[in-house]
């Protein structure tokens, strides 16, 4: 049977379903769809402001990949620059073959890219001398703690290099429903209170922070780099967890085949969300070494840090278990075939 037409020009036939409102287009109106609705995440949330340096952490997976693309093609329209930050955290057989794709993209779209390592920054420590400090500690589980930390600071310093105002990141909206589950699940009323809206204003010095796909599902972020062809790493990091994470992810796939809104209806809901005063973290300080908000003595990279240095990184994650497992926004974890998710048609 033939592919119905498409139903936003209706001249093409269309080439997939879009699956939460089941609209049938093809490919050229969805990434024109796809695109206006990025547009409109950052217009309404007022997350770019005109002149804004625009530092985006590259990762060279599919959703930077997208994000950075979506973003060349709004640059115009937002007048933004946009400037390419990727962090190599010295993964031996991980991180160099996707920063080979990040090089690639840069080159072809013409767009600037810093490159931060782990090794430069943290004197020394690259993810894998981290990974055999860490042995015995639950490696995984602990490597992806580290590491999380450890890249949110590595790409603050990457864009400040470069001048940025703001970063941006590719999370997409089954990575924050993800996370919000996890931290309801988890009673973590901390992350909670800073985990809804858009991103993070930037407090304490630090450059404001948004995710611009936040509303964008999975499956269109790979429908997008399908039809607009772009070429992204997709490889699992080799310290990927077998986290609690993974279970959320489970429970979603779940709750979104009875109700396909349940991801972006979590996502909203954890926007809107507001803690009784009581439920409220105290208000982070500033840290003792670094100056970044801490809500203890020092922030958490130096914390981790300062474990390592000392031989003890026990002592940093075991100190704040609760507060550093399954560390920050979602990231660093197993993920699902992107293979997935390309269209029906
Ligand atoms: N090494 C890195 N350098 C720069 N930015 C990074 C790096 N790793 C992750 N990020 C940023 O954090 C976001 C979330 O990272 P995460 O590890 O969850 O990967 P992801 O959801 O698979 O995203 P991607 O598909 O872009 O790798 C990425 O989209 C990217 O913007």
């Known amino acids: 049977m033939p592919a119905p037409p498409c139903t936003s020009c209706h001249t093409a036939r269309a080439a997939l379903r879009r699956p939460r409102s089941g609209h049938a ?17 950052v217009l309404a949330g007022r997350l770019l402001p005109p002149g804004a340096v625009v530092a985006v952490g590259a990762s060279g997976g599919k959703d930077s990949t997208v994000l950075a693309h979506v973003l060349r093609e709004l640059a115009p329209r937002l007048d933004i ?23 690639r993209q840069a080159a072809r779209w013409e767009l600037p890219l810093t490159v931060v390592a782990y090794a430069d920054l943290f004197g020394g420590w690259t993810m894998d001398a981290v990974a055999r400090s860490t042995a015995g500690l639950g490696r995984s589980r602990s490597c992806c703690t580290f590491c999380g930390v450890l890249r949110r600071r590595a790409l603050e310093e990457g864009a400040r290099l470069v001048g940025a105002t703001h970063i941006v990141t590719g999370h997409n909206a089954d990575d924050m429903a993800e996370t919000v589950l996890m931290n309801f699940l988890r009673g973590d009323t901390g992350r909670l209170a800073r985990g809804g809206g858009l991103g993070s204003p930037g407090e304490g010095g630090a450059l404001p922070r948004c995710r611009p796909l936040q509303f964008a599902s999975q499956k269109e972020v790979v429908l997008y780099a399908h039809f607009r062809r772009l070429d992204y790493f ?24 009875a109700r396909p809104s349940a991801v972006l209806d979590l996502v909203h809901s954890a926007e809107r969300l507001a803690l009784a005063p009581a439920a409220l973290p105290p208000r982070p300080g500033a840290c003792s070494r670094c100056g970044a908000l801490a809500s203890r003595a020092l922030c958490q990279a130096c914390a981790l840090l300062d474990g390592l240095n000392r031989g003890r990184p026990r002592l940093a994650i075991g100190k704040g278990r609760r507060g550093l497992d399954e560390e920050g926004p979602p990231g660093d974890r197993a993920r699902p075939p992107a293979s997935e998710a390309i269209p029906a048609f």
């Open 25 to 41: 287009l093809c490919g050229a109106c969805f990434c024109a769809t796809f695109e206006a609705e990025v547009l409109h995440t």
């Open 81 to 103: 620059s946009l400037q390419l930050v990727a962090v190599d955290e010295g993964i031996g057989g991980y991180r160099d073959a996707a920063l080979a794709a990040v090089q």
């Open 234 to 257: 997709s490889e699992e990091c080799v310290y990927a967890p077998e986290a609690f994470r993974g279970h959320a992810r489970d429970l979603l796939k779940r709750l979104e085949a």
